[in-house]
Nanobody, 124 residues
Framework: QVQLAESGGGLVQDGGSLRLSCVAS????????IGWFRQGPGKEREFVAA????????WYTDSVKGRFTISRDAAVNTVYLQMNNLKVEDTAVYYC?????????????????WGQGTQVTVSS
């Protein structure tokens, strides 16, 4: 059993930066993948980024490439999402999630554990 807790959301102006954190309580196995998803107002939940726990291989959706960076610190069981050059369209509730699959998947239903979410609001 794994519990995930996100933090770091807030209100920021267009072009600003935020760093989200996701702390995992419980055992994270080397084959696990931790991802970030977001759900904007009136929108479906969408994949943002993911990282393989052992290899630290990363994946990003096209709209955030070059602006967002996902990383992990295994010593403290934490995954980070550094978000730079934020845009109004990045406004959403951001969730971290853990997948027990050894293969990357961008569908939310492929993830087994979810955090409660943290709100990110970007103002113009």
């Amino acid at each position: 059993q794994v519990q995930l807790a996100e933090s770091g959301g807030g209100l920021v102006q267009d072009g600003g930066s935020l760093r989200l954190s996701c702390v995992a309580s419980g055992t994270v196995y080397s084959s696990d993948i931790i991802g970030w998803f977001r759900q904007g107002p009136g929108k479906e939940r969408e994949f943002v980024a993911a990282i393989n726990w052992r290899l630290a291989k990363t994946w990003y959706t096209d709209s955030v490439k070059g602006r967002f960076t996902i990383s992990r610190d295994a010593a403290v069981n934490t995954v980070y999402l550094q978000m730079n050059n934020l845009k109004v369209e990045d406004t959403a509730v951001y969730y971290c999630a853990l997948s027990k699959s050894i293969y990357i998947n961008f569908r939310s239903d492929s993830y087994d554990y979810w955090g409660q979410g943290t709100q990110v609001t970007v103002s113009s």
